[in-house]
């Protein structure tokens, strides 16, 4: 996947650096280790003919010897339009009121693979972690902004009428403003265990207590803590964390 963005010659440097800082900082908010990235800046004897400098992102794939390209980025100077421009025979060039000149814009070109990155995500998000008894859960700790699913809600128990009832409510309140799915599957401990190994942040369980005073259980992904709440104050918490 490519970007071609468009410069003047002598702010082509500039918008250059501003570019490699604002990728690797995007890596960084989208959940990224900073100890598993590095910038790479390739030798001059190295580049492409058509490149005044090239600066690559490198992440440290596991799997690798050595870290490997996550996304490069070049700044191509004024050859692609110049090139066009002389083979096709129209005048690509821009021309500037100010000094009333004409120039032709230099490209800095962010190049990314999208498989790349989800890999990477993965691969930072994985973790393993022994419990208190001695079981091992696997757990995707996604940024919550990034988990593809934001809750899971459950009934404690599939079988009492009132319990489904109550949560096909929440269910369908949180699904207006979250990707949400609903589990009523196994025991609970399962149905958690499930939502880990996924990535999904928060369960949320509906309950006896539920049914007296209206309130649910909210179970964090990587803490394991549960806190009571009622339906709509979760959509204001959940709201917060995914800013």
């Known amino acids: ?25 995007w890596y960084l908010d989208i959940g990224l280790k900073k100890e598993n990235l590095k910038i790479f800046e390739v030798p001059k004897e190295d580049l492409a003919h058509y490149s005044k400098r090239t600066v690559e992102i490198h992440y440290n794939y596991p799997f690798l010897k050595n ?31 100010k000094s009333r000149k004409r120039f032709f814009p230099y490209i800095i070109e962010p190049s990314v693979g999208r498989e790349r990155i989800f890999l990477a995500l993965l691969l930072d998000a994985y973790s393993e972690e022994e419990l208190n008894n001695g079981e091992k859960r696997v757990v995707l700790k996604f ?10 809600v459950f009934p404690l128990l599939r079988n009492k009428p009132a319990l489904v009832e109550k949560a096909r409510e929440v269910y369908s309140l949180l699904k207006d403003n979250f990707l949400v799915v609903w589990d009523d599957n196994d025991n609970i401990g399962k149905r958690y265990r499930r939502q880990d190994e ?21 179970r964090d992904r990587d803490t394991t803590k549960q806190t009571r709440h009622l339906p709509q104050e979760i959509i204001k918490i959940v709201k917060e964390k995914i800013k």
């Open 1 to 25: 996947m490519e970007l071609e963005y468009f410069v003047e010659p002598k702010k082509s440097e500039e918008y250059h650096q501003k570019w490699i800082d604002e990728r690797f900082k």
């Open 198 to 218: 996924i990535g999904t942040p928060w369960c949320v369980t509906i309950d006896f207590e539920t049914l007296e005073n209206g309130t649910v259980t909210l």
């Open 143 to 152: 940024l919550p902004k990034m988990a593809p699913i934001k809750l899971a």
């Open 67 to 97: 870290f490997g390209e996550l996304e490069g980025m070049a700044n191509r100077t004024d050859f692609d339009l110049k090139t066009h421009s002389k083979f096709s025979k129209v005048d690509l060039s821009l021309f500037e009121p």
